[in-house]
Every structure is written in C-alpha cells, then in structure tokens.
C-alpha cells in the first residue's frame, strides 16, 4: 500500500510477550491527514466516524488492545507488561482455550496481518478475557467493561459492513456482558473492594474521557437497555436507583461548568425513558 494512503505503522520499540516472551512490533493508528473525520455520539457515548474519500472508514477501537500474535495474551497496552507474576502460569495454560474461543466466535484471525474489524473487535474480546489475570490494584473489572463495550461496538460496524451474519446478536450479547461489567465495577468501587479511580482515562471511547460520571450513566444506560427484564420488582429499584443517581447529576451539571454537554444531554434522555418504563412523570431536578 502506497505511503500516502497507509492507516496505520508499526512502533519501533519491540514488545516482549510475559508470558510466552515472543517478541513483536505493536501497531498504531495514524490519525492526521484526514484519516479520521468525527461523525455523531451516541447514546452510548461511542464516536462513529464518517468515511474519509481517501482513507475510507477507519475504526480507531480497532488498534486500542495490545495483542501477542503468538499466544494471544492481551490488554490495554500500558498493562500488557506487568500482568501480576502470581498470575502469569495460569494464563500461559490457557492459551489453547482463549484461542478456540475466539475463533468460534470471530471465525479467522490472524495478528500478525493488519488489523481490521474481525481482528480488532477480537482484540478486545481477548483483553477483557485476560484482565481476569490482573488484580485489584489495575482496576480490571471497569476495564473489562470497556474493552467489551468497545468490542461490541466494532461488531455493530461488522453488521453494517457484514450484513446478514449474526453480528447484531453477538453485539447485544457482548453489550450485556459490558453491562455486568459496569455494574460490578461500580458494587466494588463502592464497597471499597476495587478501585475505579485510578484508572487514568473511563473513556468509554477514545476520542472523550466522561470520567466517572460517564461510568455511572453508561451503567444505567446498559442496564435500562440490556438488563435482565424478567426481576419484577428487583428491576423497578434497580432502574429507580438509576433514575436518582441522574437526578444527581442534573444538579451537579447546573452549577459545574466542567461537566461535558452531551453528557447531560444524553443523561437527560436516559432519566425520561426510565420514567416512561416505569410509568413515572416526575421532572428532573
């Protein structure tokens, strides 16, 4: 591929797998030269790009985990270094297994190619699978929400590319699966037994850090969407402890000029559609 219309390059520093020590070169993003031209935000605070006459689409998710090609260990990449050593036995053993499962699921993947779409959102999968290795300390359980948000969204993109394959199912599985995540995050957080705070960027996209607040309206946004429908009662106080944590934030977003604008907006949306499933037409404070 010609210079002037390559997407990404290859780091110059080699990176050493910790588990299985094979060494390799990470592939970055290039984001100048109008590579990536920022379209709409949704809902689910995910930026969708619009494609470029000369680039075409390109999926900045795609390139954020850092992937061995050999035994497919994977993480965000300021982590993928210091996987506990307590830990490091137990996922060499499951090297097999993390390869059959992804392959079930994406079907071909090869990391030593560029990524793409297929590759990407198996990058992912894989990390939010292997920060089952890390302890407290890397605040796992948030970034394995991330990391499965994100994949969902790059299978969201599959669908419109791929149409007719089933990734619109396994979008909604894996956006279920974030939803877990984020809602445990937040049990641990706030029960004092892992932290979320330390974690420098909550995203959940890489183009806006929304910072707890962002994690706290993901978590309901996820929950009203993809939670379990069949708890009766259990759901109504679920969502009505949502619904009050966003009445929280309206208040805050009144006097405090650092909160982002399409957060309230978004949170504002979130707070009507919990009033309307449970049957409620209070206003926001």
């Not at 590579?35 to 995910?46: F, M, P, Q, S």
């Not at 705070?197 to 890489?206: E, F, Q």
Request: aromatic share 10%; net charge positive.
């Amino acid at each position: 591929m010609a210079s002037d219309l390559k997407i990404s390059f290859h780091s110059k520093e080699e990176y050493q797998c910790p588990l299985c020590n094979a060494g390799f070169h990470r592939e970055e993003l290039l984001s100048g030269s109008g590579r990536l031209i920022a379209g709409i935000l949704t809902d689910e605070l995910h930026r969708l790009y619009e494609p470029s006459a000369k680039y075409g689409v390109v999926y900045p998710l795609a390139y954020q985990a850092t992937v061995c090609p050999q035994c497919w260990f994977a993480s965000m990449d300021k982590d993928f270094a210091t996987i506990p050593e307590k830990t490091r036995e137990k996922a060499r053993k499951a090297k097999d297994a993390r390869k059959e499962d992804t392959l079930k699921i994406f079907s071909r993947v090869d990391f030593n190619e560029p990524r793409n779409l297929v590759s990407g959102a198996a990058s992912l999968y894989l990390a939010a699978r292997c920060y089952d290795y890390y302890t407290k300390e890397f605040s796992p359980t948030i970034k394995q929400g991330i990391a499965t948000l994100r994949s969902a969204w790059l299978l969201d993109a599959m669908e419109k590319k791929y149409p007719g394959q089933h990734f619109d199912w396994l979008a909604v599985l894996f956006k279920k699966k974030a939803q877990f995540f984020y809602s445990e995050a937040l049990r641990r957080e706030q029960s004092g037994k892992e932290p979320i705070s330390g974690v420098k960027s909550l995203g959940p996209d890489t183009d806006k850090n929304y910072g707890y607040e962002g994690a706290l309206y993901l978590t309901g946004l996820l929950k009203l969407r993809y939670g379990s429908r069949d708890e009766g009662d259990a759901r109504r106080e679920a969502l009505a402890d949502v619904k009050r944590t966003i009445a929280k934030m309206f208040g805050l977003g009144k006097s405090s000029k650092n909160k982002p604008g399409p957060l309230l907006e978004h949170a504002r949306n979130l707070y009507d559609n919990i009033n309307k499933e449970l049957n409620e037409s209070d206003d926001a404070p």
